[in-house]
Nanobody, 132 residues
Framework: QLELVESGGASVQPGGSLRLSCAAS????????IMWFRQAPGKERLFISC?????????DYSSAVKGRFTLSRDASKNTVFLQMNNLNTDDTAVYYC????????????????????????WGKGTPVTVTS
């Protein structure tokens, strides 16, 4: 049973940066595909980024965050990090990390089309507010 705990959410001004963490326990985080989703008030939960499991380092990003957000993993800390730069008000949301086994897939991007339903393990989320 993989347990995930997000942290690092805060209130920042437009143009600012934050680094979110997704700390895993109960298993090695690099075995699992880890995805970040976000959910703005009154809206559906949307994919923003993922990193391959099975010790792979491939990543994928939604068009809304590509070029501004960077996903990385530190296996020694059993943690995945989401570096978010040049934040804007549209980035305001609760951010969730989620995990699942890779199965027969070789890239985490293969799961994107299934949305949140593809994921097995979830954290409780961390809120990010971008406001002037």
């Amino acid at each position: 049973q993989l347990e995930l705990v997000e942290s690092g959410g805060a209130s920042v001004q437009p143009g600012g940066s934050l680094r979110l963490s997704c700390a895993a326990s109960g298993g090695p985080v690099d075995r699992f595909a880890i995805m970040w989703f976000r959910q703005a008030p009154g809206k559906e939960r949307l994919f923003i980024s993922c990193i391959d499991g099975n010790a792979g380092f491939g990543t994928d990003y939604s068009s809304a965050v590509k070029g501004r957000f960077t996903l990385s993993r530190d296996a020694s800390k059993n943690t995945v990090f989401l570096q978010m730069n040049n934040l804007n008000t549209d980035d305001t949301a609760v951010y969730y990390c989620a995990g699942r086994s890779m199965g027969l897939e070789t890239t985490c991007g293969a799961f994107v089309k299934y949305g949140p339903d593809a994921m097995t393990y979830w954290g409780k989320g961390t809120p990010v507010t971008v406001t002037s």
